[in-house]
């Protein structure tokens, strides 16, 4: 198949813009969240901590379309959760742009975690006992110690869990359909274009911004990760 | 005031029941081999270790009181902790690590940011990060850090052990400065002689969770039944004063409680207080009664300087043929170690006056000058 480079067509930019909007969002809200659930993994033992454990890892191992399914099963207008915000709220979560933001939000969300974690985890915890001997109180080492110590992990963490939620396709589908402009992202954008007869040049196109895109994360997460650790003074760069 | 701790804690294995008072201010050194429990009292008095039951009083404060139900968080302790390992925060610069304690203080401060930087010797570190630093930089940082938080009581956790020897000479000199300058209660672990013949006031000995003994350096130091007087390098603590100068012999006259010692000239006006230490295998000793000696001394035909009359308190055997003798002299106590055959030619035994000959080379000045 030979390979047209062309400029993107209006629609197609929109599903570009619309799934960096999403994976924003998703990542943006999930972050904070994220890094409390991974103090509380990292820092805490507690009964029930295997199965927190698990819960938030379940995404990563679901096949997607169930995660999409149960979203939908929770978040729909008559599930637990769904009935209560439209009863409330007036919200509508189904088949909207925030549907595919909490549908990516859920898939990357062990992601990020996993990551936090890990730098949680290799923190010296002399360093805060060293700010408790100089007066300050949890919170106050938590934000003045803890997280920049972490912050290389939660950059990467954050960078990842972008890139990854770019290219989220199954539980999206399920959770919040294939609706151009309102929650088509560039693999569904692929995905419709495939099931049109003469869609491959669409398709292609669309796979190459992909592509790129997924590049540009992973290239940012490598030199963030490295530009933090320098100024940390950890790592080979010194 | 003195400072109070007394702790009880049982370890998977290791008992550590340890009780002590130590005068303010004033430098207190743990002293004991590696495990004995020496960290755990640091632990237990900055509240890092919740003990079994523990009691710590500095500057009056009671910071910990179990029996009571007092158990003060490190965080509200106001103790200044300085650790084996400097543990400087990588993510700040010198200056920022410095202030850390300091704007968490709500006390007035009694020491301030500039005076710090000036007497630990750091200005041209402010702007740096702390993984550019070497090992004697990193803890003089850590130790401006300690004393910025304004404590109520600096504990400092063998803060000279990862440094090698030139680096600890390198810092000793800023610990001697400090303790003239502050007026606070100081409990400073080390295994070091060097440091605690340096640096104590007061000396807590401590054997495998227990308390050896307590008391007065000059005292713990010479005393013949305590470990320290059997190591190789055993030295006896002097305080003394500058009576008077005489430039032209090169000589510095001392007052040591009425003995008149002779010490190289020294650059300090008469009245400063100055430490010296004697080992003690450099001291001589002779009967009171030795024929001729007082004559020979007259004429001047020896060159020691030093003569001085004292009383045997105790005898102690030690390895490699030695015997301790510790003596009562002068403002305190000398110790001496001889031979066995020395003992029972002099007949040395417990009340028996004796002259001790210390040469003047031998009366070393720490970092004091």
């Keep these: 198949m030979p390979f047209p480079l062309r400029a993107l067509a209006p629609e197609e930019w929109q599903a570009v813009r619309l799934t960096l909007a999403v994976a924003l969002r998703a990542v943006g809200c999930g972050l904070p969240l994220a890094i409390v659930v991974a103090w509380v993994l990292a820092r805490k033992r507690f009964p029930g901590h295997a199965v927190l454990n698990a819960v938030v890892h ?47 939000g859920v898939m990357v969300f062990p992601v990020m975690v996993r990551a936090i974690r890990l730098s949680l985890e290799a923190g010296d915890p002399g360093l805060e006992e060293a700010a408790r001997t100089l007066g300050a109180g949890p919170l106050d080492r938590l934000f003045t110690v803890t997280l920049p110590l972490a912050s290389p992990g939660i950059l990467v963490g954050a960078i990842v869990a972008y890139a990854t939620s770019l290219g989220e396709f199954g539980a999206v589908i399920t959770f919040a359909a294939n609706i151009p402009g309102q929650t088509q992202t560039l693999p569904l954008a692929i995905y419709a274009a495939l099931q049109v007869p003469g869609g491959e040049e669409q398709a292609a196109m669309l796979s190459l911004v992909s592509l790129a895109l997924a590049l540009v994360g992973l290239l940012a997460s490598e030199w963030a990760s490295r530009r933090l650790d320098r100024l940390l003074g950890r790592g080979t760069a010194r | 005031m003195s400072l109070e701790v007394a702790l009880r804690h049982r370890f998977p294995g290791v008992a550590i029941d340890i009780a002590f008072t130590a005068p303010e201010p004033g430098i207190t050194v743990l002293f004991g081999p590696s495990g004995s429990g020496k960290s755990t009292v640091i632990a237990a008095a900055a509240g890092l270790l919740h003990a079994d039951s523990s009691r710590v009083v500095a500057g009056g404060a009671v910071l910990a009181d179990t029996a009571r139900g007092l158990f003060l968080p490190p965080e509200k302790r106001g103790v200044g902790l300085v650790f084996q390992d400097a543990r400087l925060f990588p993510h700040m610069r010198v200056a920022a690590n410095l202030r850390y304690g300091l704007r968490r203080t709500r006390a007035a401060p009694r020491i301030g940011f500039e005076e710090v930087v000036e007497l630990l010797g750091i200005r041209d570190l402010l702007e740096r990060r702390p993984h550019t630093l070497s090992g004697g930089e990193r803890q003089r940082v850590a130790i401006g850090r300690a004393l910025l938080r304004q404590p109520r009581l600096l504990l400092m956790d063998e803060p000279l052990a990862s440094l090698d020897a030139a680096r600890k000479a390198e810092i000793l000199p800023y610990l001697v400065r400090l303790k003239r300058r502050l007026d606070l209660p100081v409990l400073y672990v080390t295994h070091s002689l060097d440091e605690l013949l340096e640096l104590a006031d007061h000396v807590v000995l401590i054997e495998s969770g227990r308390l050896r003994a307590a008391g007065p350096v000059a005292e713990i130091a010479a005393r013949a039944d305590l470990p320290l007087a059997a190591r190789d390098d055993a030295s006896a603590v002097l305080a003394a004063q500058v009576a008077g100068h005489e430039p032209e012999r090169r000589l510095t006259r001392l007052d040591w409680g009425g003995v008149t010692l002779w010490v190289p000239l020294l650059a300090a006006e008469p009245g400063r207080a100055v430490r010296l230490k004697v080992a003690a295998r450099e001291v001589i000793l002779a009967r009171a009664d030795a024929p001729g000696l ?54 040395l035994a417990p009340g028996v006056a004796v002259l001790a000959l210390v040469k003047s080379m031998s009366l070393e000045m720490p970092h004091e000058a």
């Design chain 1, 58 to 104: 379940l995404p990563l191992v679901l096949p997607p379309v169930v995660t999409g399914w149960l979203l939908l099963v929770v978040f729909g207008v008559r599930g637990p959760v769904g009935s209560l915000l439209l009863e409330w709220f007036g919200i509508r979560l189904v088949f909207t742009t925030t549907a595919a933001a909490l549908a990516c």
């Design chain 2, 294 to 347: 007082a004559d020979a001394l007259l004429a001047g035909a020896l060159s020691v300087h030093n003569v001085v009359p004292g009383r045997v308190l105790a005898l102690a055997e030690a390895a490699r043929q030695a015997v301790l003798v510790e003596l009562a002299a002068g403002a305190g106590r000398l110790l001496a170690r001889v031979t066995p055959d020395a003992v029972a030619r002099l007949g």
